[in-house]
């Protein structure tokens, strides 16, 4: 049953082989990787605004060289990860060129803070998009907990069945959310060159104003920089392109760059050519459509394009995320599971985990994830700053080709990054303080998780030059755990007997039948005449203290007589998984307790008809 | 740390021996297992009255005859109760007495019935004792549902740590609510008797009105019976009494009897007096209270009691639905864990079985029960009629004492019950419909699960009179799965050694990595010359599939040998319990696919410093 349900939704396994057929064209990889980032420019320029407002209408026109700033900023970033992509194909961007130039420690920093962040992107994006949906079918507002979460499971589904197949259902909403910003930011300007809008700006460019200051300007600056987020994810899933890997996901980032850099000029050259204002109840973007457009069926499909490229920038971070969590497990920082491919070749451990967490947020929260936002920037632009820095230390060790050019793109970049971390922490202190306790905490599992894997493979190293150490038994002591006297018994008495040089039958009986097991004893003593019967009283109702205590005992015996000892616990199997349900779990029980014993326990399988 | 976290809630182990301690005194049993019934005098009178107000307020004076019809049916059920407790003191009441006297498949409706019942029971008071806590407190409301589940979870702990020590907690509310009562109509009588508060009934007693009809008064009727759920509690718990167990059951059902029924008469007489008319905002128990105590002190205690009672309510399922499951397990009918006791002597899996039944409930309804309530009634009234009706059977059959007399209670019991359901299932068809939908389903359950433990039992017993077919292996071959070299791996070999005659070491080898597959092979054969090494090749990255045909092919050949099969996983054991989650769960899944086998799974655990 479960097996047919996950067929149907993830699809058939596919071959180790196959995985070359699973890889990203540049289109498709636009299409997964893109949507975080170009979504952005739905609330980027409305950032800038409403932090500019402050300071009254006057200093809107502020906007425009602020843009630029951003815009700079994008560049630098851009190119600093193209290069990035470049010197360390092996996918894991900020996470691998922190490490391998600042030291694991600061690498941990730039990991853990991605990793935190593509879990609240997914959980912010999807609760926006849930918001969309209900903002046009307000029937379903009180389900929008169990939408949000539909969502997910759907987005994790998706990318259960590997990366292309999700690739090829997020075309749609990322080329149709394109093609109509190209259209309105054309129409736009189509219109001013023509004279049939006219300039309405609430302030001219140079207008001089009381409250201008450089804390304005930083607050407004940082804002506006959160347009920034998903430009990273890139340089996380360059393993996931086809080869040639690296050049086609510098192609891919330099692509959506630039799209996103046209995005973000011309929307914010009409917000300011347009004079618009932040309202409550409208959204900056949805005003310049409804200039543009009027109110015809293009502003609803602007509108409809919008809703779905929110839905979707959530899918950045299941691209993103398990590549990540794959690269920490590889160095031993998170759990072996993580490096395990699915039946369809995706990550399907980081999948699973995401999701849960972002249903988590999504819960905690009630969906309103917004509070969230400027979670997003800190942790975004710690792993930036960290790896564009960590690229100077590159370029000053290998000194080959335009090194110098190249350092300085990245000088640049790892400047205005960390300039903008600083004015994150001194303006924005009140929203962004739970970084300052998740980090430290994240850091000690990842240490933990660390020093564990080290450990173990240290102490259970065979080392090639010492003599392995063996051992040689004289002979196997069986203790068979018998409850009753069935075909199950007789077949594992059998069975011990075949393995075993003494066999000790050792059976629990407790207060509330003395009779029953007493005429047990008999009966299994008349039919095993040649096997040890031990009878061990349990004042409580649990077998499995006074078994522990007993087997230690057998422990200590065979030890003497250097045997080994294994532990055979008889069970039988049902012909339907469900009926195991009634049979007591009692084995299972014994089973885990004997874990922590020097012994090796064994199951006897008897396979029922029924 | 769980352990601990138990200890703390449920309390340290007790022996099965202490038994006797845990058990219960009338005054005890009376707070444990009355609250449910008293607790419906809340709503009994309000339930008639709105029944009869379709008729205008003409018609509640019917009320009075109604109500001694429901203390006639009252009286009758009680008398009949108290002779199923003698009868049949192993407990199960109304289950085993249809069950013995028309049949298991009627037993089973009874029993199935009752078992929903308690669930329901559950829900739907939890949810009013909710409701009374966020109407004192409306800072509350939007908490309501998480209010609920935490009382279910109080009552699911309290019932684990034992029947006594839950007694003793809820003695408080039970005779706090008494008490109040008690007072009320004490003070009620006196001031209509002191001409305090003067006659001011709607109607008098027998003025005629034109739509009297035997559909309304039915209708009122079996609207008003639901009041006498939960009388049938303590016949399901006879084995939780102190010796002589039938006879202090058998008494505190008479005094819970006699309170409820001097309950029901007074508040429905000073409802009649008063002239109480249903309001949407207050209910009838309180108006009466109102009336009563004025608007001081007293009044609010009353309501306070109100509001424990019905929350404790719940607590009456708790006891009844574990034992009612205990015999539906014993006859074979469910599954076998409801026959285990917990550490404190509890059947905690009934316990928390019927937690989570009632959680579900509170959660598919989001606390709006109430629309449950007409289900009680069906559930509880087809349970009496089948065993009242059962009981003439048994006494016909037994012919002994006063057998003539008693069978005319039964009789009565009977007949009234059996005209209940028949006008429920009339009158109210369009709420109690579910009923006829759970009840079947119910029933296919339960003879699914009867007819598998008999197949099994069957199946696997040991004839007395047939010599038990007994094998002698010539040896035994064990295979052991080797994933790397290390000093588990040495430490497997050498034990498999010991219990084998011939060991083959098998290895799942990938398309990933084949040269470390090769180096693996080499170093392997080097290090242990003696053990044969086969290397399996998986295109997918299961290695259960592989694993589990190699098993298959070496199991034929073992049998052509007359030799066991044992599969050995070595497996190393971290020091801490949270470090198992970051090892492969490869093993695990293995050991579950290779319980299909007709093999010996066998563990070897090593144990780890770290």
């Known amino acids: 049953m479960w097996r047919y349900l996950k067929r149907l939704v993830i699809g058939k396994p596919l071959k180790t082989l196959d995985e070359g057929s699973q890889k990203l064209s540049r289109g498709k990889a636009l299409a997964l990787l893109s949507s975080d980032a170009l979504s952005s420019v739905a609330y980027g320029t409305?950032?800038?605004?409403?932090?500019?407002?402050?300071?009254?209408?006057?200093?809107?026109?502020?906007?425009?060289?602020?843009?630029?700033?951003?815009?700079?900023?994008?560049?630098?970033?851009?190119?600093?990860?193209?290069q990035i992509i470049h010197a360390y194909p092996?996918?894991?961007?900020?996470?691998?060129?922190?490490?391998?130039?600042?030291?694991?420690?600061?690498?941990?920093?730039?990991?853990?803070?991605?990793?935190?962040?593509?879990?609240?992107?997914?959980?912010?994006?999807?609760?926006?998009?849930t918001e969309a949906i209900t903002s046009a079918l307000p029937g379903l507002r009180p389900y929008s907990v169990l939408i949000a979460i539909g969502l997910i499971l759907l987005l994790m589904a998706l990318n259960l069945r590997g990366v292309r197949e999700s690739a090829g259902f997020l075309t749609i909403p990322v080329f149709f959310f394109i093609a109509m910003v190209v259209l309105m930011i054309g129409m736009g300007l189509y219109n001013i060159v023509t004279g049939q809008v006219t300039y309405n700006a609430t302030a001219a460019v140079g207008t001089s104003f009381g409250s201008a200051s450089i804390v304005l300007f930083m607050r407004a600056f940082s804002s506006g920089s959160s347009s920034l987020t998903g430009v990273e994810a890139i340089s996380n899933a360059v393993p996931?392109?086809?080869?040639?890997?690296?050049?086609?996901a510098a192609a891919t980032l330099s692509i959506m760059a630039l799209i996103l850099a046209f995005f973000f000029a011309g929307i914010t050259f009409l917000s300011y050519w347009y004079g618009i204002v932040p309202r409550e109840e409208v959204t900056v973007?949805?005003?310049?459509?409804?200039?543009?457009?009027?109110?015809?069926?293009?502003?609803?499909?602007?509108?409809?394009?919008?809703?779905?490229?929110?839905?979707?920038?959530a899918n950045t971070g299941f691209s993103a995320f398990p590549q990540l969590a794959?690269?920490?497990?590889?160095?031993?920082?998170?759990?072996?599971?993580?490096?395990?491919?699915?039946?369809?070749?995706?990550?399907?451990?980081?999948?699973?985990?995401?999701?849960?967490?972002?249903?988590?947020?999504?819960?905690?929260?009630?969906?309103?994830?917004?509070?969230?936002?400027?979670?997003?920037?800190?942790?975004?632009?710690?792993?930036?700053?960290?790896?564009?820095?960590?690229?100077?230390?590159?370029?000053?060790?290998?000194?080959?080709?335009?090194?110098?050019?190249?350092?300085?793109?990245?000088?640049?970049?790892?400047?205005?990054?960390?300039?903008?971390?600083?004015?994150?922490?001194l303006l924005r202190f009140d929203v962004i303080w739970p970084y300052l306790v998740v980090m430290p905490v994240l850091m000690g599992i990842f240490w933990r998780i660390h020093l564990h894997y080290v450990n173990v493979a240290d102490e259970l190293r065979v080392m090639a030059k010492e003599r392995v150490e063996r051992h040689r038994y004289s002979g196997s002591t069986v203790v068979i755990l018998?409850?009753?006297?069935?075909?199950?018994?007789?077949?594992?008495?059998?069975?011990?007997?075949?393995?075993?040089?003494?066999v000790i039958a050792m059976h629990v009986s407790f207060d509330s039948n003395p009779q029953k097991e007493r005429d047990l004893g008999v009966k299994f003593k008349k039919e095993f005449p040649d096997v040890r019967y031990v009878d061990i009283h349990s004042s409580y109702r649990s077998i499995t203290e006074p078994a522990v205590r007993f087997v230690d005992e057998i422990s200590k015996n065979a030890k003497e007589r250097n045997h080994s000892v294994t532990i055979l616990i008889p069970s039988f199997v049902p012909r339907h998984g469900w009926q195991n349900a009634l049979h007591n779990q009692n084995s299972m029980r014994l089973h885990n307790a004997l874990a922590s014993r020097d012994v090796a326990v064994s199951i006897y399988y008897y396979h029922l008809k029924h």
């Not at 407002?53 to 200093?59: I, N, P, S």
């Not at 130039?101 to 609760?127: C, F, I």
């Not at 457009?293 to 779905?308: E, I, N, P, R, S």
């Not at 077949?491 to 011990?496: L, Q, T």
């Open 482 to 502: 018998v409850s009753n006297l069935t075909k199950v018994t007789v077949g594992a008495v059998d069975y011990a007997k075949s393995i075993g040089d003494q």
């Open 90 to 129: 092996g996918g894991g961007g900020a996470y691998r060129v922190t490490a391998k130039n600042w030291g694991q420690k600061a690498g941990l920093v730039a990991g853990g803070s991605l990793l935190v962040d593509y879990t609240l992107t997914v959980a912010v994006s999807v609760a926006s998009g």
């Open 326 to 425: 794959y690269n920490l497990a590889k160095d031993k920082y998170m759990p072996h599971i993580y490096l395990d491919k699915g039946d369809r070749l995706s990550y399907s451990n980081g999948i699973v985990s995401l999701a849960l967490g972002a249903i988590a947020l999504v819960l905690i929260f009630q969906g309103s994830t917004e509070q969230l936002i400027p979670l997003y920037a800190i942790g975004v632009f710690v792993p930036f700053t960290l790896s564009q820095s960590g690229m100077l230390r590159h370029w000053l060790r290998e000194r080959e080709g335009h090194w110098r050019l190249k350092m300085t793109v990245n000088f640049i970049g790892a400047l205005i990054s960390g300039i903008l971390v600083i004015s994150l922490f």
């Open 240 to 248: 996931n392109f086809k080869e040639p890997k690296a050049k086609n």
């Open 46 to 82: 409305e950032q800038i605004i409403t932090a500019l407002l402050m300071a009254g209408t006057v200093a809107l026109w502020w906007q425009l060289p602020i843009a630029g700033l951003v815009l700079l900023l994008l560049a630098a970033i851009t190119l600093s990860y193209r």
């Open 285 to 313: 973007l949805s005003q310049i459509g409804m200039v543009t457009f009027g109110h015809g069926v293009l502003f609803y499909l602007f509108q409809l394009a919008t809703a779905l490229i929110l839905a979707v920038a």
